[in-house]
C-alpha cells in the first residue's frame, strides 16, 4: 500500500511540474521581445470640438490619411494586440489648433495613440514625417435660391427652408458673403409634370463652385422645392414675313430675278417652339426671315418657282410645308454679260 502511495505522489509531482514548465514556456514565449514591420494605417483628425480643413499636400484635397511603415520591438503577446487593433481602423493623430503648415514627427505621434499605450516600443517609421496645412473651417447661413435654368415656370419657386448652414475653409468666408446656395431644377424631370399644377419634390443643394472644396458642408444639403410649371412649347401665327433674294455674284452676272408685290410676304404663317422664345417673337422682340437662295443650275434648267427658307430661332419650327414663290427670272445677254466680266 505503501509503495501503491509513493507510486501516486510520484505521478502528481511529475504532473504539477510539467504544468508549470508548460506555463512558464507559454509565459516566455509571450514575453519574447522581437522586432516587427507593420503597414499602418492613420487618420488625422482636429482636436475634439474644433472643426479643421486638415490638407497632406500632393494628395487630392480632403483625404487626410495616410499609411507608413512602423518598425517596433514588441513581445508575441503584444503583436497579437497590436493587429487585433489595426484591424478596427486607422489610428487617430490629433493635429494641432494651429492654422498653416505642420511637420508631425510620426513616431512620437504613434506614442499618444493605442500603439503607445500598449507599451510598444517604435524604433523607426517611414515616412519619419509627414508635412500637413491647417486651416480652420467657419459655418455661416447662406440663402437658398432655385435654379430654374431652361424651366419655364407659371409663378415663382417656393423653396424650404429658405437658409442652410454652410462649413467651409475660413479664406471663403468673405467671399461666400452675399451668394446663394442653389437647387437646380432638372428639365427632364420637370417635363414630366402636368403644367398649371404645384407639385413639391426633394432637390439636393449645391455652392457656388467657388465655393466648392473638400471640406464644404452643407445642413441640411436637400430643400423642398414647390413649383407650379408652364406650358413648354407654344404655337404663334406670325401675320407676315418679308420675302429675301439671296444670290451668288455669279448667278447675278447671269441672271435678272424679279419677285412680284404679292409674293414678297409670307402672310399667316404658324410656328411652334419653346414658350419663352415664342412669346419674344410674338412681342417683336425676335425677328423672323425668309430667304430665297436660287443656284445657278436650277437658272439654267428653267426653274420659274424657288422653295423658301425660314431663318427661325433654335428650336422654333414651321407647322406646315411654305409654298414655292414664283421668281421672274430673265438671262442676261451674252454682249453684256461679256461687257459685265
Do not use: C
Not at 486651416?135 to 432655385?146: K, R
Not at 424650404?160 to 424631370?189: N, Y
Amino acid at each position: 500500500m505503501d509503495d501503491h502511495n509513493g507510486l501516486l505522489q510520484k505521478i502528481e509531482t511529475w504532473a504539477i511540474v510539467t504544468v508549470i514548465s508548460v506555463l512558464i514556456w507559454l509565459y516566455a514565449e509571450g514575453e519574447a521581445v522581437t522586432r516587427y514591420s507593420e503597414r499602418v494605417p492613420i487618420r488625422l483628425v482636429p482636436p475634439v470640438g474644433r472643426q479643421l480643413a486638415i490638407d497632406i499636400p500632393g494628395r487630392d484635397g480632403g483625404e487626410a490619411s495616410e499609411v507608413i511603415y512602423v518598425t517596433f520591438k514588441a513581445s508575441t503577446g503584444q503583436l497579437t494586440k497590436i493587429k487585433e487593433r489595426l484591424q478596427q481602423g486607422p489610428l487617430q493623430i490629433e493635429v494641432a489648433d494651429q492654422p498653416g503648415e505642420q511637420v508631425l514627427v510620426l513616431k512620437d505621434e504613434l506614442l499618444e495613440t493605442p500603439l503607445g499605450q500598449l507599451g510598444v516600443n517604435i524604433v523607426t517609421t517611414d515616412p519619419a514625417t509627414l508635412t500637413v496645412q491647417v486651416e480652420p473651417l467657419q459655418t455661416l447661413t447662406m440663402p437658398v435660391g432655385v435654379d430654374r435654368g431652361q424651366v419655364l415656370l407659371a409663378q415663382p419657386a417656393l423653396v424650404e427652408p429658405r437658409e442652410v448652414s454652410v462649413t467651409l475653409p475660413a479664406r471663403l468666408l468673405e467671399q461666400a458673403r452675399g451668394m446663394k446656395v442653389w437647387a437646380p431644377l432638372d428639365l427632364a424631370e420637370l417635363g414630366r409634370l402636368e403644367p398649371g399644377v404645384p407639385q413639391t419634390f426633394d432637390v439636393p443643394l449645391s455652392v457656388p463652385e467657388e465655393l466648392q472644396t473638400p471640406w464644404t458642408d452643407l445642413e441640411p444639403d436637400v430643400a423642398r422645392v414647390t413649383v407650379t410649371i408652364s406650358k413648354q412649347t407654344d404655337t404663334y401665327v406670325v401675320p407676315r414675313i418679308s420675302v429675301e433674294v439671296q444670290a451668288s455674284p455669279l448667278v447675278l452676272r447671269r441672271f435678272d430675278l424679279n419677285i412680284s408685290d404679292e409674293y414678297l410676304n409670307l402672310l399667316e404663317v404658324p410656328i411652334t417652339g419653346p414658350a419663352d422664345v415664342i412669346d419674344r417673337i410674338r412681342k417683336g422682340q425676335l425677328s423672323i426671315s425668309a430667304v430665297v437662295r436660287p443656284t445657278l443650275s436650277e437658272l439654267e434648267s428653267g426653274t420659274r418657282t424657288l422653295p423658301v427658307q425660314l431663318n427661325l430661332p433654335p428650336g422654333v419650327t414651321v407647322q406646315a410645308p411654305l409654298p414655292p414663290v414664283p421668281v421672274e427670272v430673265t438671262p442676261h445677254s451674252a454682249a453684256s454679260s461679256t461687257q459685265g466680266g
